[in-house]
């Protein structure tokens, strides 16, 4: 199902229910007998609800991708940060669109190996890296400039190794 097949199913839900307390209440005084026009009623309420639905699910959905958007690059920034601490001031290597020393144990050098004694920093990440919410991608892009002067067009996230920066991997989130 599509974003927009989740927003028109939401929205004629909604339609329905409106129909459906008009029957209900119009039902009472005529004993469950409708007319061509109740009919008639009942499919302008649920397109009158219907319109004005589509919308304000759709930037419901907007808004909550935008705020999952920001949590995961506030963690994906304290959990680098947290790294640059443990090891040194050093960022963690980008390798093949990811962090493997974010997702795996790591010596105080950084080298990842099995969680023990001998590597006791991290994983940071136990699932892995998570992905950037608006585009379902978690691919990590290396970029050469903090900020970046644009997307990769790879929709997952953008990375300066030099300074440790990370950003979503899209124009409307690259400002700062």
């Known amino acids: 199902m599509s974003f927009l097949d989740g927003n028109l199913a939401a ?29 008639l009623i009942v499919v302008a309420i649920m397109a009158i609800v219907t319109a004005i639905a589509i919308p304000l699910v759709a930037a419901a959905s907007g808004q909550a991708k935008t705020a999952a958007l920001m949590q995961n690059l506030h963690t994906f920034r304290a959990q680098i940060r947290l790294y640059q601490v443990e090891h040194g001031g050093q960022s963690p ?6 962090f493997p020393q974010l997702t795996e ?46 997307p990769s067009g790879m929709g997952g996230w953008l990375s300066h190794q030099a300074t440790g920066q990370i950003w979503p991997d899209q124009a409307a989130s690259l400002r700062d």
């Open 93 to 98: 290597i980008l390798y093949e669109g990811a």
């Open 11 to 39: 929205a004629v839900a909604l339609g329905i229910l409106a129909a459906g307390g008009y029957l209900l209440a119009h039902a009472r005084h005529r004993q469950f007998r409708f007319t061509l026009v109740d009919a």
């Open 105 to 150: 144990a790591t010596n105080a050098e950084g080298v990842p190996g099995p969680k023990g004694k001998q590597y006791p920093f991290g994983p940071y990440f136990v699932g892995g890296i998570p992905a950037n919410p608006c585009t379902g991608v978690a691919t990590v892009t290396p970029a050469d400039a903090a900020p970046p002067t644009g």
